[in-house]
């Protein structure tokens, strides 16, 4: 007999049974759902609703199966449903009629609110360790590039000189924002559920408090039918999950693109490539594709959500049994890839003279022929059509700018003078940018003291 079945006249079919059961993939929230019947039983016996020694009884029984759990001597059973109704049938079957009495004041409504907001808080800190390490790589790895000159570019075009370090800061700024969004989702995230029952609460006596400092919530929920209702933590998570994930498959697109022959910017190392079962010269970056691949994956589980809930009337309906594996799929997949990110990031060969010869085409110092005219008051927007006419020109000889001659420039325009060799030189264009947030080497170290200062804070 099911520890619901008392209304119904017979049992579920056994294809309903299979269906209906989420054993299979709601087991991994083991512990959460025992911490929470720990103080939920706690509070009763507190509360008089059951005694003092049922509450031990009760204790003692839990961390054993906890145990047994965790040691892999239990078989979860799918006709028990999930891991709730399991635990419980495991108390019952150990301690008799007293372990009946745990779910006194509580439902499984409830109860799976609790688990999945105790088991995202953890995963969220975990994650968030996650970022931090790779935060310290790239900080370090900036540290040691701070000089290494390398192109710029929009619309995937050479644009202006930039340096390694700076491009590495600015990925920096990026995963700084995942961690913050992770934090910021925890004031919402800590808020502790139980006692909210099925929809309406209880005629029990409860201590809602006693409960939240037991399991280290912030805060108890406010309305029982929100309580039991919701699954918006899940999807904020989801959502900070999304965007770690952009930011790693962005990442990702650039290292295979740099480690290719026509960019040759870095070379990956043996340990996160791979090669070809017919062609012996290639080494492939499919750890960097994977990444980039599974990125699709974390999305479909945020959309797989976001479609469950947007049309369920209020209050717990069973289409929120969706929200698991979306969540530990989720939650998996951008954890593993972290950790094989970090490490393929930190082997990472950076060809830094590749880099600065690659910076000299592309006419990438135009704009700085542009400000030279500006800065000697010629109106900006005639400077831009001035060089844009001298690249034009360039372009048609086969020459760099820097192949012209002083006559040449001048032909141009009278304002130009000797100093424009080196003022078009790509060191002096890097040099030059020296405000807060650009990629001079004097406010690239600035930024790597204040961004450990921040991720420090954080």
């Given at each position: 007999m099911k520890l619901w079945g008392g209304r119904f006249a017979k049992g579920n079919d056994r294809l309903m049974e299979d269906f209906h059961s989420s054993i299979g993939f709601d087991q991994r929230l083991c512990k959460?759902?025992?911490?929470?019947?720990?103080?939920?039983?706690?509070?009763?016996?507190?509360?008089?609703?059951?005694?003092?020694?049922?509450?031990?009884?009760?204790?003692?029984?839990?961390?054993?199966?906890?145990?047994?759990?965790?040691?892999?001597?239990?078989?979860?059973?799918?006709?028990?449903?999930?891991?709730?109704?399991?635990?419980?049938?495991?108390?019952?079957?150990?301690?008799?009629?007293?372990?009946?009495?745990?779910?006194?004041?509580?439902?499984?409504?409830?109860?799976?609110?609790?688990?999945?907001?105790?088991?995202?808080?953890?995963?969220?800190?975990?994650?968030?360790?996650?970022?931090?390490?790779?935060?310290?790589?790239?900080?370090?790895?900036?540290?040691?590039?701070?000089?290494?000159?390398?192109?710029?570019?929009?619309?995937?075009?050479?644009?202006?000189?930039?340096?390694?370090?700076?491009?590495?800061?600015?990925?920096?700024?990026?995963?700084?924002?995942?961690?913050?969004?992770?934090?910021?989702?925890?004031?919402?995230?800590?808020?502790?559920?139980?006692?909210?029952?099925?929809?309406?609460?209880?005629?029990?006596?409860?201590?809602?408090?006693?409960?939240?400092?037991?399991?280290?919530?912030?805060?108890?929920?406010?309305?029982?039918?929100?309580?039991?209702?919701?699954?918006?933590?899940?999807?904020?998570?989801?959502?900070?999950?999304?965007?770690?994930?952009?930011?790693?498959?962005?990442?990702?697109?650039?290292?295979?693109?740099?480690?290719?022959?026509?960019?040759?910017?870095?070379?990956l190392d043996d340990g996160y490539s791979t090669g070809s079962s017919i062609m012996p010269q290639k080494k492939n970056p499919d750890a960097a594709e994977l990444i980039r691949g599974k990125t699709g994956r974390v999305y479909g589980d945020l959309i797989t959500l976001l479609t469950v809930m947007k049309g369920i009337p209020l209050a717990y309906n069973k289409d929120m049994q969706e929200d698991k594996e979306a969540l530990f799929d989720a939650v998996d997949t951008v954890k593993g890839c972290l950790m094989v990110f970090k490490p393929m990031l930190a082997t990472l060969t950076i060809r830094g003279e590749e880099m600065r010869k690659k910076a000299e085409g592309g006419f990438i110092n135009a704009t700085d022929a542009a400000d030279y005219l500006a800065e000697r008051g010629v109106p900006f927007r005639e400077a831009h059509a001035i060089i844009g006419n001298i690249v034009l020109s360039c372009e048609q000889e086969g020459k760099a700018l820097k192949d012209l001659t002083i006559e040449e420039w001048k032909s141009f325009s009278p304002a130009f003078a000797e100093d424009i060799y080196d003022f078009i030189a790509i060191e002096t264009s890097v040099r030059r940018r020296n405000i807060p947030g650009a990629p001079s080497p004097e406010q690239t170290k600035t930024a790597l003291k204040n961004g450990k200062r921040r991720l420090e804070e954080i």
């Open positions: 959460e759902d025992i911490l929470g019947s720990l103080a939920h039983s706690a509070m009763l016996a507190k509360q008089g609703i059951i005694s003092e020694e049922e509450g031990e009884i009760i204790a003692k029984a839990l961390k054993e199966i906890l145990a047994e759990i965790e040691n892999g001597e239990v078989e979860f059973d799918v006709a028990a449903e999930d891991i709730h109704m399991n635990i419980e049938t495991m108390l019952i079957a150990k301690i008799g009629d007293v372990g009946k009495k745990l779910h006194t004041a509580r439902s499984r409504n409830d109860q799976v609110a609790l688990d999945c907001r105790l088991y995202l808080l953890k995963e969220t800190d975990n994650v968030i360790a996650l970022l931090k390490d790779l935060e310290e790589t790239l900080l370090s790895m900036a540290e040691e590039h701070t000089d290494t000159v390398m192109p710029g570019y929009t619309h995937l075009q050479k644009a202006q000189p930039v340096t390694f370090a700076h491009h590495l800061l600015a990925y920096f700024e990026m995963f700084l924002r995942d961690i913050g969004r992770l934090n910021d989702s925890k004031k919402r995230l800590s808020v502790m559920p139980l006692g909210s029952g099925a929809l309406a609460g209880t005629v029990f006596p409860l201590d809602r408090e006693f409960v939240k400092e037991k399991l280290n919530f912030d805060a108890i929920s406010a309305n029982s039918m929100d309580g039991v209702s919701d699954r918006d933590f899940v999807i904020e998570f989801l959502s900070a999950a999304s965007l770690i994930m952009t930011h790693l498959s962005r990442f990702c697109e650039e290292i295979i693109l740099w480690s290719t022959g026509e960019f040759a910017f870095v070379t």
